[in-house]
Nanobody, 122 residues
């Protein structure tokens, strides 16, 4: 059962831009997309950016000034705008979501999307 619907990955030239989207599947109200991670070949999965319930945003140092994360509460979706992409940004990007009960987060980061390939060609 698909809980998170991701879109926007693909192939782009260095210096280009991509926009990633992740929304909870229709009818899924207890999963709240909040962040993005990525995994490059041969490396561990790492945080790219995440929004916390108090509005705080954390980003990897390598993407500061280039990537912007945002949320749309009405759509229960999280977005990642990526600009000035570099070959080192290549990897599989995963949406990460919190588990809610009664509208309250009970387990941050409980769910993962299936992942999308982002390839930045030099």
């Amino acid at each position: 059962q698909v809980q998170l619907v991701e879109s926007g990955g693909g192939l782009v030239q260095a210096g280009g831009s991509l926009n990633l989207s992740c929304a909870a599947a229709t009818g899924v109200s207890e999963i709240k997309p909040m962040g993005w991670y990525r995994q490059a070949p041969g490396k561990q999965r790492e945080l790219v950016a995440r929004i916390f319930n108090n509005g705080t945003i954390t980003r990897a140092d390598s993407v500061k000034g280039r990537f912007t994360i945002s949320r749309d509460s009405a759509k229960n979706a999280v977005y990642l705008q990526m600009t000035d992409l570099k070959p080192t940004d290549t990897g599989v990007y995963y949406c990460n979501a919190d588990l809610l009960r009664g509208g309250v987060t009970i387990l941050p980061g409980a769910y993962w999307g299936q992942g999308m390939q982002v390839t930045v060609a030099s």
